[in-house]
């Protein structure tokens, strides 16, 4: 049972900074892929599974880590969007 509360710590963790990462990546780099953090992510998700010795739930870990990056890096990118909206809508009314 210990292993279980410990692979979902550790889940839980590397989730949040997946998300942290890939929102910050995609805030600073705009013209980043969100596809491509998603993917680097879920590879990163299953090596970091390997490296702790939990290869049972592997396939969580990318499941984690993927849905992370993609609603971290999918966030940041409709929030540029919104503010370039705003921007141009300044402008073009003053």
């Keep these: 049972m210990e292993t279980v ?6 889940f839980m963790v590397i989730g949040s900074f997946v998300f942290l ?3 910050a990546s995609v805030y600073f780099y ?3 892929s969100v596809l491509l953090m998603v ?13 702790i010795e939990a290869v049972n739930t ?15 890096g999918t966030g940041v990118k409709l929030l540029n969007q919104r503010m370039r909206l705003k921007k141009t809508t300044d402008e073009s009314a003053g």
């Design 58 to 72: 592997a396939l969580a870990a990318v499941l984690i880590n993927g849905v992370s990056a993609a609603i971290g």
């Design 30 to 32: 705009p013209k980043l």
């Design 39 to 51: 993917f680097l992510s879920m590879m990163f998700g299953f090596i970091y599974s390997f490296s």
């Design 21 to 23: 990462l890939t929102g």
């Design 5 to 10: 509360v410990d692979t979902g710590n550790h």
